[in-house]
């Protein structure tokens, strides 16, 4: 049974910074993408980063670009997102996804478990 298990969330001010992460078990997690979606309330499910199964790609929404980092350590079978100059904004409720296959997507269907999220808040 595919379990991931998310910790790091929390209570930050804006420009502040969290580390998000991600502990899998029950499938070879070398072998799938992973990703990171966020759920603000009354909000549709976003994506926020993917990461290829060996980590050699990367990918991110505009939102994230360029202040939030994903990274993964196969040997730990954990994924990590590191979140700088953080914003408002960015309060939600963070997922962890695990891919059916290796490549990195923003498709949310093309992930086929999650974690139970943890929650983001950014104060102003």
């Known amino acids: 049974q595919v379990q991931l298990v998310e910790s790091g969330g929390g209570l930050v001010q804006a420009g502040g910074s969290l580390r998000l992460s991600c502990a899998a078990s029950?499938?070879?997690?070398?072998?799938?993408?992973m990703a990171w979606f966020r759920q603000a309330p009354g909000k549709d499910r976003d994506f926020v980063a993917a990461?290829?199964?060996?980590?050699?790609?990367?990918y991110y929404a505009d939102s994230a670009k360029g202040r939030f980092t994903i990274s993964r350590d196969n040997a730990k079978n954990t994924v990590y997102l590191q979140m700088n100059s953080l914003k408002p904004e960015d309060t939600a409720v963070y997922y962890c996804?695990?891919?059916?296959?290796?490549?990195?997507?923003?498709?949310?269907?093309?992930?086929?478990?999650w974690g139970q999220g943890t929650q983001v808040t950014v104060s102003s």
């Open positions: 990461i290829s199964y060996s980590g050699g790609t990367t």
């Open positions: 996804a695990s891919s059916r296959v290796g490549g990195a997507t923003d498709y949310e269907r093309g992930y086929d478990y």
């Open positions: 029950g499938r070879t997690f070398s072998r799938y993408a």
